[in-house]
């Protein structure tokens, strides 16, 4: 139905119903594919395997009075910035990386203010830019799916209020140097530049220690991957202090739940778990790389948990083909600029091997040729 006709039918019917903002209406939509993920999970770039023994050993110690308080997130805070070298104000833990967005945008974006991200990327920058202004300015990537340096400050304007980077991104595993980050942010004196390094430990070079340094950079950090506490929902944002009060005051003082908040200190305190699984994964990722080379299969250099493979018209049928093997994949075909592209999560030694005969199986089965 048309606005003309449902405006006509109110009129005559003289019962009005309620309405979403026009940017509700007009916003992109996430759809997850969460069904049916009894296999290897080698779709959602999570942790394949699990959360270190210590945490597990937590979270059998919480009790039934535990679970009756009202979180308390600061205490958290405060262990979290020391971990990283940071001031408590400095830092505020999110529920996941996914609730940091929407704080940034929220706190930063007026109807009229322009948002800025290079594309292909995480789609839920473009979710949340766009519930708060239909301004989102998106720089494409060419063919080597690297950032478009160049055209993307070209892209800054005086109505530029928010910049957000992923590095490593997602789905390419690209990178954006420390260098350039802050070129932009130095370009953008106006606007803040969100650089999420939600694959951080798989790579290793971060903005961090430049937060005190440059007033307008916020970095986002979450505990969903290395850690394995994805489906404890909990994440990071740490900026200049006078930034984070404002994001802070838009957040809900009870945003993460206490069973993440009872987790996180444990977890940061096993830097071996952490260390060991980020080791697990560079090492795979050099072996699934390296099979791609070798079954012929064309890729992406990649610096975070996963590789994204040109598999062309059949991507389809090698996502089906491996789900029937126990192996899930994620096809990227709907990203801009990613037709024919699906992405495979690494993950510990025995998961890497098993990824790799199934794909070698699945291609054969479907018939694949380069």
Known sequence: MSAETSETTESMTGVSTVKPRQTVIAMPEYHPPLAGRDALRLDFNENTLAASRKVIECLRGITAEGLTKYPEREPVERIAAAHFGLAADQVLLTNGVDEA??????????EEDEGLISTPTFFMYDVSVSLMTRRLVKVQADASLEFPFERFMAAITKR?????????????GATVSRKHLLAIAAAAPQAVLMVDEAYYHFHGETTMQDIAAVPNLVVARTFSKAYGLASLRVGMLAGNAELMKYVRKACSPYNVNGVALDCLPVALADEAYVNWYAEQVRVGRE????????????????HANFVLMKIGPKHGELVKAMRRRGVLLRDRSNDPGCDGFVRITIGVEEHVTTGLNALKASLEEIGWSA
């Open 101 to 110: 967005i929407h704080l940034v945008c929220a706190t930063f974006l007026d």
């Open 160 to 172: 530029t209020k928010l910049i957000i980077i992923a590095s490593p991104n997602n789905p390419t």
């Open 287 to 302: 072996r699934v790389m390296a099979g791609l080379d070798k079954l012929g299969v064309p890729f992406f250099p990649s």
